[in-house]
T-cell receptor, first 114, second 116 residues
Framework: GENVEQHPSTLSVQEGDSAVIKCTYS??????FPWYKQELGKRPQLIID?????GEKKDQRIAVTLNKTAKHFSLHITETQPEDSAVYFCAASRPTDSWGKLQFGAGTQVVVTP | GAVVSQHPSRVICKSGTSVKIECRSLDFQATTMFWYRQFPKKSLMLMATSNEGSKATYEQGVEKDKFLINHASLTLSTLTVTSAHPEDSSFYIC????????????FGPGTRLTVL
């Protein structure tokens, strides 16, 4: 089955700096890669996603890049703000023949200090 | 749009009792719902996939007789923790995919279960 590894486990950044989180996946058939943000005690919120036919996607301060050959994808947050502090999870899923099950990475605790 | 609710948000029960958790898609029809368990400071662990009108598919190591899942309609899935024990205490979260089959999963707010 799919295995997703996520690094780093914790990331401290100064407000205004950039943050980068990297994930690798094992199943070359995976074609959908979402990123979720989870604040303490809250539900995971989808912040951005990318499909395998696209190499990069951007939404304001957030961007995701995908390298299918290397089987890794990354989340980039620019101009970080204290409200970006949360746990971020990457995930991967195969086409809908597996009902779109998501395999999550272990998570990255991001702390943005003012 | 794409709102998923869960009820209850928090439940405390005695060991040996059963607890039912509801997951509802409020503004869309969900042919597939997923149930996750999350331990403190850990990732989401998929327990089972619930498809409307059919039996749930459980992940390896998850006891289907202990965690009963029912997906009777396109907007409701339930998870029943039977004969709960303290080790079942956890944060249970559901998610739903819409019937159009897009990949996006929308998560419920979670249920904090504490078994005494």
């Amino acid at each position: 089955g799919e295995n997703v590894e996520q690094h780093p486990s914790t990331l401290s950044v100064q407000e205004g700096d950039s943050a980068v989180i990297k994930c690798t996946y094992s199943d070359s058939a995976s074609n959908y890669f979402p990123w979720y943000k989870q604040e303490l005690g809250k539900r995971p919120q989808l912040i951005i996603d990318i499909r395998s036919n696209v190499g990069e996607k951007k939404d304001q301060r957030i961007a995701v890049t995908l390298n299918k050959t290397a089987k890794h994808f990354s989340l980039h947050i620019t101009e970080t703000q204290p409200e970006d502090s949360a746990v971020y999870f990457c995930a991967a899923s195969r086409p809908t023949d597996s009902w779109g099950k998501l395999q999550f990475g272990a998570g990255t605790q991001v702390v943005v200090t003012p | 749009g794409a709102v998923v609710s869960q009820h209850p948000s928090r439940v405390i029960c005695k060991s040996g009792t059963s607890v039912k958790i509801e997951c509802r898609s409020l503004d869309f029809q969900a042919t597939t719902m997923f149930w996750y368990r999350q331990f403190p400071k850990k990732s989401l662990m998929l327990m089972a996939t619930s498809n409307e009108g059919s039996k749930a598919t459980y992940e390896q190591g998850v006891e289907k007789d202990k965690f009963l899942i029912n997906h009777a309609s396109l907007t409701l899935s339930t998870l029943t923790v039977t004969s709960a024990h303290p080790e079942d205490s956890s944060f249970y979260i559901c998610s739903a995919r819409d019937y159009l089959g897009t990949d996006t999963q929308y998560f419920g707010p979670g249920t904090r279960l504490t078994v005494l």
